[in-house]
């Protein structure tokens, strides 16, 4: 099969610029491995008119947007590889859908790292965040945890002062300098030193941390600073450039990958990671597309 362009990733971008593909007529595979980002979260927050709306349905939502689409395809299913041939890209995917296509858009997303925390799987996305944008204004007035290892605890904790009053910084055993410390007591912050033993609570809402020694702290809610990585090494393998943050890098006129004919939307450039931006990068990129194609067939300069 031959197509106009491969979008890999179905969340916000891959299907936010599908839309816009479908709209000017354009012959697009859409392949999705179904792990977006924000699945575990019950709600998306800081969407204009989606506000709340659960992370799923988002998407069921979307795609039943799409059918409207005839030139769009869908498929759930990894790709595997895409190799520059030509002037186009051969690509394969696990369920050994193979094809052509003149275009590929890299939508594939970040994935997480949890802190090793005993009990944080079942509170994640409910009660236990990393993003501060995304779920910080329902705190405000509730007990929190920040935790992160050494200053990073420290830091996250001084910045969730201003959404909320009553933050306790939790550094998980680990060394945290005398100048975080400082500036934890000059925003009255209590630091909780000893390694976390668990986090309990019911039904995804936190109750509690649980510590090797000392008291208990209850807890409504707690936040983390880790970090994230790619979900897919295809951009590296396709030989697109990454900046120091492990973003790919995009030309900001062409909106174009450092490879010729690949594009990346959505958390993949490592920007601003919210749904919103996710959403206008994946229109932007299929507008660059679709202008890149009209300029190739002859219909505008
Ligand atoms: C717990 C949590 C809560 C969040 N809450 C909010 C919020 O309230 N508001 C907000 O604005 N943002 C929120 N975010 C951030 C938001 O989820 C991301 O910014 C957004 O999902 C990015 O969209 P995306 O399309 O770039 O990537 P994703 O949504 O992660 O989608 C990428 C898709 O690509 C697929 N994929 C990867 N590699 C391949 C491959 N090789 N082949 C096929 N498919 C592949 C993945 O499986 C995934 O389905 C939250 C994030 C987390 C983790």
Same mark, same amino acid.
């Given at each position: 099969?031959?197509?106009?362009? /491969? ?39 800081? /969407? ?20 409207? #689409? ?62 501060? #944008?995304?779920?910080?204004?329902? #705190? ?15 830091? /996250? ?39 976390? !033993? ?57 909106? !174009? ?18 749904? +919103? ?10 507008? +660059? ?9 002859? #219909?505008?300069?």
């Amino acid at each position: 099969m031959k197509f106009d362009v /491969l979008i890999v990733g179905g969340g916000p971008a891959g299907l936010s610029a599908a839309l816009i593909l479908g709209r000017c007529h354009r012959k697009a595979l859409l392949c999705d491995e179904g792990h977006q980002r924000n699945l575990s979260s019950h709600a998306i927050h800081g /969407l204009l008119g989606r506000e709340g709306r659960s992370p799923s349905v988002f998407v069921d939502e979307a795609r039943q947007e799409l059918s409207l #689409y005839k030139s769009i395809s869908l498929r759930g299913t990894r790709v595997t590889d895409i190799i520059p041939s030509g002037d186009e890209f051969k690509f394969v995917c696990a369920d050994g859908t193979t094809g052509l296509t003149s275009k590929v858009l890299l939508a594939t997303g970040l994935v997480d790292e949890l802190p090793e925390l005993a009990g944080i799987e079942p509170l994640y996305g409910v009660s236990v965040h990393h993003c501060l #944008y995304c779920d910080g204004f329902e #705190y405000a007035g509730k007990p929190v945890a920040a935790f992160g290892k050494g200053d990073k605890g420290a830091e /996250l904790a001084i910045m969730m002062k201003h959404w909320m009053a009553d933050v306790v910084a939790c550094c998980d055993g680990t060394e945290v300098s005398t100048k975080a410390k400082r500036k934890l007591k000059e925003h009255d912050i209590p630091l909780r030193l000893e390694p976390i !033993e668990s986090l309990e609570g019911t039904n995804g809402e936190l109750a509690k941390i649980v510590f090797r020694s000392g008291p208990d702290l209850p807890r409504a809610g707690l936040f983390f600073s880790t970090g994230c990585d790619q979900a897919s090494d295809l951009s590296k393998r396709l030989g697109c450039k990454r900046d120091a943050k492990g973003g790919v890098v995009k030309d900001p006129d062409t909106e !174009e990958a450092s490879v010729r004919g690949v594009y990346v939307a959505g958390d993949v450039s490592r920007d601003v990671l919210l749904v +919103a931006v996710a959403i206008a990068e994946g229109a932007q990129a299929a507008v +660059a597309i679709n202008k890149g194609l009209l300029r190739r067939d002859g #219909y505008c300069e």
